[in-house]
């Protein structure tokens, strides 16, 4: 079902400190993307760099985690199986800005809170 990550969210105090630091270290590239959102960005993977309090679907505590794992299946197939494995969609499937470009998303939880969303590139 999953072919790889597209994106993970960090949740930090100051996202340009943040973006920075890893563009000096890890020589990744900075991004600016949305309403000024910051991001660091290496190869076909992005970490997306928010403040405390802008994520409303999900809480920087345990069961804070933010992932994005990307599938080839279908729209479809993906809401069938989560389905069948008793998990309650909470949003989607919408259209969200992935590390290519736009993604087609479902978002849910795991079973400690962390918030999943399964995309898939038309």
């Known amino acids: 079902m999953i072919a790889s990550i597209d994106h993970v969210v960090l949740t930090v105090r100051d ?54 794992l990307l599938t080839d299946w279908p729209v479809e197939r993906t809401l069938a199986h989560l389905a069948q494995e008793d998990i309650e969609v909470l949003e989607g499937p919408v259209t969200k800005s992935g590390a290519c470009g736009p993604i087609t998303s479902i978002y849910f939880k795991d079973p400690d809170g962390n918030l999943i969303e399964v995309s898939r590139y038309d």
């Open 15 to 68: 996202p340009d400190a943040a973006a920075s630091f890893f563009a000096r270290v890890f020589g990744m590239e900075e991004l600016t993307f949305g309403n000024g959102r910051r991001a660091v960005k290496f190869g076909r993977q992005k970490i997306n760099l928010q403040n405390l309090g802008d994520e409303k679907r999900n809480h920087a505590v345990i069961g804070s985690g933010d992932l994005c």
